[in-house]
């Protein structure tokens, strides 16, 4: 019954520096900020969203849209899908950037992935579409 991922989830502690990352360097598109709780981009046909986990863990009162609390501590994991050919791209836009990439990979199946961290540690990888096909 599941048909894919709609949405995922980062945690932050420094909205401005999540922001001036995923807008700057990454070049996402903002759907929306709210204030210093949460950032949404557009992501292809998801969503990426960027939550500050000592914000989430409280309720907001008269919250129209009550969304149970959540939240989470220390590095999560995401990975872009990226064209094969703007593998090279992608990793020159992060060297000037100042971003290092931890790893370079090739797997079994030709899929190409590149490792790297956002502001707050999050692991992010970028890797061709056919990263999960045999």
């Avoid at 019954?1 to 001036?20: F, N, P, R, V």
């Avoid at 969503?47 to 500050?52: E, G, K, Q, R």
């Avoid at 094969?84 to 100042?98: E, I, K, P, T, V």
Wanted: hydrophobic share 35%; aromatic share 8%; with cysteine.
């Amino acid at each position: 019954m599941i048909e894919g991922i709609l949405e995922t989830a980062l945690y932050a502690d420094d909205l401005d520096k999540a922001e001036a990352f995923y807008d700057g360097v990454l070049g996402l598109e903002k759907i929306r900020r709210g204030g210093n709780r949460h950032i949404f981009y557009r992501c292809g046909s998801g969503v990426l969203l960027i939550f500050n986990p000592a914000e989430t863990e409280t309720l907001i009162a008269d919250d129209p849209f009550p969304v149970p609390t959540h939240g989470t501590r220390g590095p999560g994991h995401v990975c872009f899908i990226v064209r094969h050919d703007d593998l090279d791209a992608m990793r020159s836009r992060l060297q000037q950037a100042g971003i290092p990439v931890e790893s370079e990979l090739t797997w079994p199946n030709g899929a190409c992935s590149i490792y790297f961290r956002d502001p707050a540690g999050n692991s992010l990888e970028c890797a061709s579409r056919t990263l999960w096909t045999s």
